[in-house]
């Protein structure tokens, strides 16, 4: 029975669709499970030509879950890191450490030695699962506090079939810089052969650790259960009216909740198909699209974007599409027009964040508007409220969304402070304050108006200045720098740092020594493109460094 009142976008709920859907009170291991028996023969993942059957996905989850039991002394509750880029290695380790009742920490293959030690430390995970080409990068943080075991995979070993598809250069087999003890090739670890003990996992139990930046420095960790991870395994295929018949194109990361969940774990609860492309390349995309009849495609509009300018792409090359939607940025009204001319779909278009395991708020393809958040999903309850009073307010009026249901996280790891200050009681319910503005219309319809928190978001990467700000702080002839953004004709916004050198660099060091600086030590979405020297920053009475003036100064230029 529904308890929520009843809310404005009810009177243009989707058809068929429940107000509230009973959401699974097992494990994510357990869906795997099931379609293994229903359907062991059914090809789970398509990767470049090759397949891999459910059965087979099954078993190798189950031998490398014994291997990270037996041999690497995982147990449960113990966090696993799990490094590398879209690949059937990362479907089969995801789902072999919640088979061996770990937790998993999905970290951005972007993510360079110094934004990886983070993740170890405040995870205290010794154990690492890693692509090859990504391993030289772990290799500092091996030792006696840090890594002790790294599995170690090449994604060459899963191509195979032979096939006339065009296999990216990066996908090529290369051996591992060999670190020393405690390092394993994942054949290695398949070809032990060691069944796990009993899958002990409930519901309630945490299954990975997601991290999300924020306002100050260093990211943190959301902690998310198999029950909350569910919700969005499920709910969305709900909304979608999704079945065992679907073939979804994963090229949205992994590590990101949206893909983690809308591209790996909902079709793994379905058993369907998942096209895995390890990086976007819009020319392959049309080509596998087309060769495995891609049913559903999730995405970034910016894929959409490129996927329109190839000169190979034509009316018909999304015939075999039945939805297509995503999220990360705002897709263009002029895009999503040519879209619907073409295919006869609509872009729709969701809100979530890491804290909602992706979608809290979505879209329908029945009645979708454009630029729009959507409604709030199945089971979930959404209000605006006055950031200072909390007082809900009205349609059309702007203040900050604040969400509620299955899916929200349990807090963030080890940081108590962050977690109490993230929920707030309204009319006695808790709800997590997304830091968000936005307004509802008079059909109950969300719309982001801008944020609380400082955020740019490039090419639907979200970029944390505070963090940007404290790694640049390293520097030795940095005495202060502040991050804002930057418009971006391709990225729509991009990094821009503003300046003060120590009195000692000033003429010697230019702005392209700073970025290049940066871009050894930060993930490439991350480190600044533009670089502004300035005599002094900004400052209020209490010194702290004002930001926003800065970014009304950009805003305001030309440029």
Known sequence: MNTFMEPLHYQHWPKGVPHVVSVPRTTLYHNLEVS??????????????????????KSEVDVLAGYLQRQCGVKKGDRVLLYMQNSPQFIIAYYAVLRADAVLVPANPMNLTEEMKHYVEDSGA???????????????????EGLKHVIIADYADYVTEPTDIPIPDFIRSAAPEPFGKGVKTWQEALAADIQPGPHLSGSDDLAAICYTSGTTGKPKGCMHTHSTLMATTVLPSVWQHASCEEVLLGVVP????????????MPIYLGAEIVVMTRWDRELALVLIDRYQVTNWTNIPTMVIDLFASPNFKSDSLKSLRYIGGGGAAMPEAVAARLYELTGLSYVEG??????????????????????????????????VNPKTLEPLGPNQTGEIVSRGPQVFKGYWKNSQATQDSFVE????????????????????????DRLKRMINASGFKVWPAEVESMMFGHPDIQEACIISAKDAHRGETVKAVVVLKETAKGKITAQDIINWCRERMAAYK?????????????????????????????????
């Open 36 to 57: 293994a028996a229903r359907y062991p023969g059914k090809t789970a993942i398509s990767y470049y030509g090759s397949s891999l059957s459910y059965a087979r996905l």
């Open 126 to 144: 010794s154990v690492a699962i890693c692509a090859v080409d990504l391993s030289p990068r772990l290799g500092p943080l091996m030792g006696s």
């Open 254 to 265: 992994f590590f990101h909740v949206t893909g983690m969940q809308i591209l790996m774990n």
């Open 527 to 559: 480190y600044p493109r533009i670089i502004e020297f300035v005599d002094e920053l900004p400052k209020s009475g209490s010194g702290k460094v004002q930001w926003r003036l800065l970014q009304e100064k950009e805003n305001a230029s030309d440029h």
């Open 426 to 449: 309204i009319n006695g319910k808790t709800f997590f304050l997304t830091g968000d503005l936005g307004y509802y219309d008079e059909d109950g319809y969300f719309f982001i108006v």
């Open 351 to 384: 809100y979530g964040l890491t804290e909602t395991a992706a979608p809290s708020h979505t879209n329908h393809d029945s009645r979708p508007k454009r630029q729009c958040l959507g409604i709030p999903l199945c089971n979930t309850e959404s209000l605006v």
